[in-house]
């Protein structure tokens, strides 16, 4: 059985920095690809990043060059670094493992930017 779960979240002021984590028991885990999804108040899900198996990352336009995916495939584990945090950066983010076909979505981890 497959579980992700995030961990690192938390309350930060405005420029600060957060790194989440997000470990994935029960897969195969370098043939999944990771990404991290963030969910904000009202607002629709959307797609923060993402880390191939070959290691080629991507990030949605307003966080490029502020977030950096990485991941270690010996520990199982994806993190997301997160700096110069803005108040707009504030939602729950969500670590997803993927291939073709074939997603499993952690919980969540709340990230709180005060201005």
């Known amino acids: 059985q497959v579980h992700v779960v995030e961990s690192g979240g938390g309350l930060v002021q405005a420029g600060g920095s957060l790194r989440l984590s997000c470990t994935a028991s029960g897969t195969s885990f370098p043939m999944y690809a990771m990404h991290w999804y963030r969910q904000a108040p009202g607002k629709q899900r959307e797609l923060v990043a993402s880390i191939t198996v070959l290691d080629y990352s991507n990030y949605t336009a307003s966080v490029e060059g502020r977030f950096f995916i990485s991941r270690d495939n010996r520990k199982k584990m994806g993190y997301l670094q997160m700096n110069n945090l803005k108040p707009e950066d504030t939602a729950v983010y969500y670590c997803?493992?993927?291939?073709?076909?074939?997603?499993?979505w952690g919980q969540g981890t709340q990230v709180t930017v005060s201005s």
């Open positions: 997803v493992a993927s291939r073709p076909g074939l997603e499993h």
